[in-house]
């Protein structure tokens, strides 16, 4: 299958600070990437629909200026958490969109925000 | 897709017994699903997938199954090994006329292996 990576793998930070978040796919160009949020115990909630060289679209309830996503080439999105505060902490995930429609997903970033 | 939930969110197994997941869904129209397997910390990784033009599937020690008149899917594992032990979920793709192609995820079964 194709690989989706993701760095870092975890990051604390303190609260008030930015995180950024990298998603890579390292053998296909994906020109569309879907960012995750999950909670403990709980199950993957789509944040947003990244495009390449288009505006991320926002599932209801995410805040766009909080969680800034871009996607500058077909092999790289990126989630910068900004102000981060200690409700942010969760575990982030990409996916990348092959053509065809299979989906891959990255390892997953763990943010804890002190 | 809509919903897509599951029935029990923790199944506890003895190693070599078989296990049965089940996924209720709720959209008529969906004609795809996908079962994944999530390890404690890591991402998602795809087990197995079945259209609705099929009503079984077999892949290597697991069987998805799917009734389409009750909307419901199940994926057996046979022979469960501790390596099996994660959250599994279904999950309805989009449709290939969906623009969108978000992924649908159901609440996810977290299965214990017993040794």
């Known amino acids: 299958g194709a690989v989706v990576s993701q760095h870092p793998s975890r990051v604390i930070c303190k609260s008030g600070t930015s995180v950024k978040i990298e998603c890579r796919s390292l053998d296909f160009q994906a020109t569309t990437m879907f960012w995750y949020r999950q909670f403990p115990k709980q199950s993957l909630m789509l944040m947003a629909t990244s495009n390449e060289g288009s505006k991320a679209t926002y599932e209801q309830g995410v805040e766009k200026d909080k969680f800034l996503i871009n996607h500058a080439s077909l092999t790289l999105s990126t989630l910068t958490v900004t102000s981060a505060h200690p409700e942010d902490s969760s575990f982030y995930i990409c996916?990348?969109?092959?053509?065809?429609?299979?989906?891959?997903f990255g390892p997953g970033t763990r943010l804890t925000v002190l | 897709g809509e919903s897509v939930g599951l029935h029990l969110p923790t199944l506890s197994v003895q190693e070599g017994d078989n296990s049965i997941i089940n996924c209720a869904y709720s959209?008529?129209?969906?004609?795809?699903f996908i079962w994944y397997k999530q390890e404690s910390g890591k991402g998602p990784q795809f087990i197995i997938d079945i259209r609705s033009n099929m009503d079984k599937r077999q892949g290597q020690r697991v069987t998805v199954l799917l009734n389409k008149t009750v909307k419901h899917l199940s994926l057996q594992i046979a022979a469960t090994q501790p390596g099996d032990s994660a959250v599994y979920f279904c999950?309805?793709?989009?449709?290939?006329?969906?623009?969108?192609?978000?992924?649908?995820f159901g609440s996810g079964t977290r299965l214990l292996v017993r040794p």
């Open positions: 959209n008529s129209a969906s004609d795809y």
């Open positions: 996916s990348a969109r092959r053509p065809g429609n299979e989906q891959f």
């Open positions: 999950a309805d793709p989009p449709s290939e006329g969906d623009s969108s192609y978000k992924l649908i």
